[in-house]
């Protein structure tokens, strides 16, 4: 019975093959790090999602290994039946107090934390507006729902307004955005987005993501740098970004929000916990990000070396001050072939394309991290230089 099915699937991948868009991975063989081991060799990790270069972080790792002797390896559980450790309460709590959000509900992931929202709290009298570039994650988790759906383009007021109009009748009205767009580094004007929030009735609801941990004067996201945390409702983030790299994703929002998120949230309710290891080296986490702003820094002054640097060397690089530098290429085949080249350097990087991207906009998306050197951002653009020429 499968053989049709057998042939259909294989045409369909040799589609991919032939288009470029094959996305194969690669094996790494080594600890994530600035530098890993690919293939037989070491190379330079641009395309890692180690902002803060906590994946391998000593402390960590010791916090980590003290908490598998104290809290064992896993739950076999979910939160409400026998899931739930003295450790997820208090991560909870502290995400709570870093993020200055009311309440926070643990997830295994982010995806199923944006999974988890909408379902629970909006039905076929409500409405939810949503960035058109926002993650796949929200995409889906608004497919689950009942409530009617309506898009604007990115970061496009006037388009936000006019959606806001159309949903004027619904019970509850939900503005969702990326804090940041990570196939473009751009960021959420979250000040104009929460001003006709006020000015219609609506709630706002942002995937952190990719901010938390370094974006803003404390690391608290987008919300802090535009001056806007109180005025948030929901905040979706993972812990394995910035926040060591691992797993794990939670909602931080309203009191009552959360606890009904406890009651009726299908990924919370019908998921194991999360692994007790991971919590406990979270909170580690948290308390290295309120000692010290180093690696922020560090962060800071990567990101404009290597987006001065490509832009001086007359590369398409999007504009914009996130540690999410996409170059752009253009064609897929070309980005993959460039991203080949780029290895070839030493160089490990990703080409992005169609369906991760729109078509014709395929691109190398660079992630710069604490953890490289001024001589890594420079070998990377020398090795750009190179591969374009080759």
């Not at 979270?282 to 290597?306: H, V």
Request: aromatic share 6%.
């Amino acid at each position: 019975m499968f053989g049709t099915t057998r042939d259909d699937l294989r045409a369909t991948l040799d589609e991919i093959t032939s288009a470029g868009l094959l996305k194969p991975e690669r094996v790494i063989t080594t600890p994530q790090n600035a530098m890993v081991g690919v293939a037989g060799r070491e190379v330079l990790n641009f395309c890692a999602n180690n902002y803060l270069g906590l994946a391998d972080n000593t402390e960590v790792i010791e916090a980590a290994k003290e908490a598998l002797d104290r809290w064992g390896f896993g739950m076999a559980s979910v939160r409400f039946i026998c899931g739930t450790q003295e450790v997820h309460k208090e991560l909870e709590s502290r995400l709570s107090d870093f993020l200055g959000m009311e309440d926070t509900v643990l997830y295994s992931s982010c995806f199923d934390a944006n999974g988890g929202v909408f379902e629970t709290l909006l039905d076929a009298q409500d409405a939810v507006i949503s960035d058109a570039l926002n993650h796949a994650s929200i995409i889906d988790g608004i497919r689950l729902s009942k409530a009617r759906r309506y898009r604007y383009a990115n970061r496009d007021m006037a388009e936000l307004e006019a959606r806001l109009k159309e949903a004027s009748d619904a019970r509850r009205k939900l503005i969702v955005t990326d804090g940041v767009f990570s196939m473009d580094g751009y960021l959420a004007p979250l000040r104009e987005i929460c001003d006709l929030a006020d000015q219609y009735g609506a709630m706002v609801m942002v995937d952190d993501s990719h901010a938390v941990g370094f974006v803003g004067p404390t690391g608290r996201g987008t919300p802090e740098l535009h001056g806007v945390t109180d005025r948030i409702d929901i905040i979706t983030g993972t812990l394995g970004k910035a926040l060591g790299g691992a797993s794990g994703g939670y909602v931080s929002a309203r009191t009552e929000i959360c606890e009904l998120l406890r009651q009726r949230s299908r990924p919370y309710l019908f998921s194991n916990s999360l692994a007790p290891v991971i919590a406990s080296a979270s909170l580690r986490i948290l308390d290295l990000l309120e000692s010290s702003s180093e690696a922020r820094e560090r962060l800071r002054d990567n990101t404009q070396r290597f987006r001065s640097k490509m832009t001086e060397a007359g590369f398409d690089v999007l504009p914009g001050e996130h540690p999410i530098a996409p170059v752009m290429i253009g064609d897929a085949a070309e980005a993959s072939a460039m991203a080949e080249r780029l290895l070839d350097q030493g160089i490990y990087v990703i080409g992005f394309s169609y369906p991760v991207v729109p078509h014709g906009q395929a691109r190398i998306r660079v992630q710069l991290s604490a953890a490289h050197s001024p001589a890594d951002v420079d070998r990377a653009v020398s090795a750009f230089i190179a591969a374009r020429s080759a």
